[in-house]
């Protein structure tokens, strides 16, 4: 009861996993290892991996860091779909009482569940993901209006904070481990539309090789796994575009 003596929300979660354990089975070197967790109210994956790591084997390995300014570092493949384990709750994601524990997808595992990034980061280096300013930018500040078309396009992908799901969702990567993943792309589709920037010839080049925007098959795997909601497909279909036009344009001068 509260104090005005009304009767308390129950919480539904609470009550269903109240007394029960969950299974979890982590992969680790080339088979998986099982454990049992406690069910509790609003238990979150990353929990259930902090508990495990804490309470029964202190040599399972894993990335996170919450609340020190790295967001989406806790991304892994919760049965079977990559997800920021921070957000994702036991509930949602459990079948029955069953959880399944893998790192994220097409990057090198370091060990259990952490990955190594440095391929995911050296194709944003690749995609020229890095504001060029020029070799004479101007002292003042550019005025860049919110309600501009370009301003409104990079504001669509902006947001990317570098988690690297969408690039574990894509079956692209998978495929051809040269592809340089929807977040590299998505990051030069936004400076494409930088008025700012004077590095765009050189970008478009970059995104329209072989490994480019053009080999994406627009399965729309990374904007259907976003955490932050984002579209990395109409970001690269907006690169294609983009390409064309100034595969045009080096015609033209030729002309």
């Not at 399972?60 to 493949?77: D, H, I, K, Q, W």
């Not at 569940?113 to 995911?120: N, R, T, Y």
């Not at 500040?141 to 969408?166: M, S, Y």
């Not at 690039?167 to 936004?190: F, H, I, M, S």
Request: charged share 25%.
């Amino acid at each position: 009861m509260t104090a005005q003596g009304t009767p308390e929300a129950v919480n539904p979660e609470a009550v269903q996993g109240a007394g029960r354990m969950l299974e979890v089975r982590v992969r680790r070197d080339e088979g998986f290892q099982t454990f049992a967790v406690a069910r509790r109210p609003n238990q979150t994956v990353l929990d259930v991996v902090t508990e495990i790591q804490r309470e029964q084997d202190p040599t399972l390995a894993y990335r996170f860091a919450c609340r020190v300014g790295m967001c989406g570092s806790c991304g892994m493949t919760v049965n079977g779909r990559p997800r920021w384990t921070c957000r994702t709750r036991v509930a949602e994601a459990a079948a029955g009482d069953a959880l399944v524990l893998e790192p994220l997808r097409n990057l090198p595992v370091v060990k259990d569940l952490a990955v190594d990034m440095e391929p995911f980061f050296e194709k944003w280096r690749r995609a020229h993901g890095y504001f060029e300013p020029g070799e004479a930018p101007p002292e003042d500040f550019a005025p860049v209006r919110p309600d501009e078309p370009e301003r409104r396009k990079a504001d669509a992908g902006i947001e990317c904070i570098n988690c690297g799901v969408c690039y574990a969702a894509c079956d692209v990567v998978a495929w051809n481990p040269d592809y340089l993943g929807p977040a590299a792309l998505n990051r030069a589709w936004t400076l494409v539309n930088d008025v700012r920037d004077r590095g765009q010839e050189a970008r478009l080049a970059a995104v329209a090789g072989d490994a480019g925007c053009h080999s994406c098959h627009s399965h729309m795997s990374c904007t259907e796994h976003c955490p932050k909601a984002l579209s990395p497909t109409f970001a690269i279909a907006g690169l294609k575009r983009e390409t064309g036009r100034a595969a045009l344009r080096r015609l033209w001068r030729k002309a």
